[in-house]
């Protein structure tokens, strides 16, 4: 028994070394800027928007591929917002979970900083929503972007920015279709907590 304990303890302890070789997780936490682009007003509409700051915060991960390229999906807490003037300012706000799967590729490697870039997919589900007109909260459950960007890291320390484009229209309005999609910039920091 004991000499099966002992093996077992050191192949979990062979497989946890090679997998911080390949296998990284992080904190990260940041402010995005957003603006609702609206693709299907009316041309007598006369609706003017304004992009609001926001934040995140939520965990990465990462596992690498090939060379210098990996997988970094994550997830996160965002919570966006916009102003729109339609006969008085009104401010949307939406939170959300977002998960973007992304590919990262280390583009420089200067020992001790690394540049790298970013882009891939992103999931978002609604959490919770709040608007000043009231007919207008009506959101879609899940919708659909994309990000890209760049970034660098230090020791454990990661710092990157991002532009989201929406590929979805995040309102679900019956009687007045704007098609809304999100259009966000992001800034945020992160802490490796083990790994590559």
Do not use: C
């Not at 997830?75 to 959300?96: G, P, R």
């Not at 959101?139 to 991002?162: I, P």
């Amino acid at each position: 028994m004991k000499k099966t304990l002992l093996v077992l303890s050191l192949v979990i302890a062979v497989m946890s070394a090679s997998a911080q070789d390949r296998i990284a997780i992080g904190l990260k936490t940041g402010f995005n800027s957003t603006k609702i682009k609206l693709s299907d007003l009316p041309s007598e509409a006369d609706i003017k928007n304004e992009a609001s700051n926001g934040f995140l915060i939520g965990a990465y991960g990462k596992v690498r591929l090939l060379g210098s390229l990996s997988l970094q999906p994550e997830i996160y807490y965002a919570k966006k917002s916009t102003e729109m003037t339609v006969e008085d300012l009104s401010k949307n706000t939406f939170h959300t979970w977002d998960i973007p799967i992304l590919a990262n590729l280390q583009v420089l490697d200067l020992q001790v900083l690394k540049v790298y870039g970013v882009a891939g997919p992103v999931a978002s589900f609604i959490a919770k929503t709040k608007t000043d007109i009231p007919e207008w909260d009506e959101y879609k459950n899940t919708n659909w972007s994309f990000q890209a960007g760049g970034g660098v890291e230090f020791w454990r320390l990661t710092a990157d920015v991002r532009y989201e484009w929406g590929l979805s229209d995040i309102s679900d309005l019956k009687t007045f279709n704007i098609g809304q999609k999100t259009n966000v910039v992001t800034f945020s920091v992160g802490f490796k907590i083990f790994g590559i």
